[in-house]
């Protein structure tokens, strides 16, 4: 920050930084930072990241890599498209799995609130999520690139064999998350 001397402002040491320094206090433990990533806010994710990053990089210092920046584009509810199956079981839709990349979604809550009245996003959400399949949203290489690096970083840093559960091998990740995919040391 210009003419203050600090690297990150206060609200960001205090609010990300310093709760994950605390988080760090074993060898075995990660902290993953995670966003909703709206649309009205797409055009800004690589400056989100970047301050994100900043602050974590800038208090854990060397154990900056034990933690991660991901979004969930456009929100978290845009992943119920991808798994109709668990939206129709909670909601008694008959959607059906969508065809293109649920992340392009601009307002998933909406879309549900237009397929069911009465949507709740907590009430619903938790159901939802308790039968969402992640290798099943998850498995079309070309689509969730989001979703999927962070699904990477999880398995990379937990030992975990990237293997085609996840389509982690040959799917698509983050333009600007994956990078903390290709600067992960051989072992934390």
Known sequence: MIGSGKTIPDRDARDIGFPARAFLSSETDFVILVNDLEAGRSGEIQQIFDRYRLALDTIL?????????????NMLEAYYFADARAVNA?????????????????????????SCRGFDEIEHGCRILDTLRACH??????????????????????????GETYQLLEGCYSDVTGDQLRTLPPSL
């Open 90 to 114: 909670v909601l008694g839709t008959e959607l059906a799995d969508c065809e293109g990349d649920v992340e392009t979604i601009r307002h998933p809550k909406n879309e549900l609130k237009g």
């Open 137 to 162: 949203v998850l498995s079309r290489w070309d689509t969730c690139s989001s979703l999927r690096t962070m699904f990477a970083w999880i398995c990379k840093v937990i030992g975990e064999p990237e």
């Open 61 to 73: 210092k060397s154990k900056a890599r034990r933690a991660s920046v991901h979004f969930l584009v």
